[in-house]
């Protein structure tokens, strides 16, 4: 049962990364919400470091869908624990960038606290 539920939230996370990247090709404006002030999604060589990051983020959306169809919960498990330092990460980018911290905390902390959780789900399975 417990599979389950942290499968289906896998895949929401999956899904959530894949439509951030793509909102991010489509609408460059969009990467404000990431938290950086001053963030200059006019600037055309600034815009092609978002499309860099875009397509990264569509990556590893797919990955958990390919991990999500083809592995065991122990891989995805484990693949998810690892992909947590991205929102860490984030998070800290956001910080060090005196950005706003509701962005670091509420966006990206939240994002590697659900990722930790449903990894440790999987683990433990």
Same mark, same amino acid.
């Given at each position: 049962?417990?599979?389950?539920?942290?499968?289906?939230?896998?895949?929401?996370?999956?899904?959530?990364?894949?439509?951030?990247?793509?909102?991010?090709?489509?609408?460059?404006?969009?990467?404000?919400?990431? !938290?950086?002030?001053?963030?200059?999604?006019?600037?055309?060589?600034?815009?092609?470091?978002?499309?860099?990051?875009?397509?990264?983020?569509?990556?590893?959306?797919?990955?958990?869908?390919?991990?999500?169809?083809?592995?065991?919960?122990?891989?995805?498990?484990?693949?998810?624990?690892?992909?947590?330092?991205?929102?860490?990460?984030?998070?800290?980018?956001?910080?060090?960038?005196? !950005?706003?911290?509701?962005?670091?905390?509420?966006?990206? !902390?939240?994002?590697?606290?659900?990722?930790?959780?449903?990894?440790?789900?999987?683990?433990?399975?």
């Amino acid at each position: 049962m417990l599979t389950n539920v942290a499968y289906v939230l896998a895949g929401l996370i999956g899904a959530g990364i894949v439509f951030i990247g793509a909102r991010t090709l489509w609408a460059p404006q969009a990467a404000v919400d990431f !938290g950086i002030p001053g963030t200059p999604t006019e600037d055309r060589t600034f815009r092609a470091w978002l499309s860099v990051k875009a397509v990264r983020d569509i990556a590893a959306g797919l990955f958990v869908f390919v991990l999500l169809l083809g592995a065991t919960p122990h891989l995805l498990g484990w693949f998810l624990l690892a992909a947590t330092v991205i929102p860490v990460g984030d998070a800290l980018i956001v910080l060090r960038s005196n !950005g706003p911290k509701s962005a670091a905390y509420g966006i990206h !902390g939240a994002t590697a606290s659900v990722m930790l959780t449903i990894s440790l789900l999987l683990l433990l399975a």
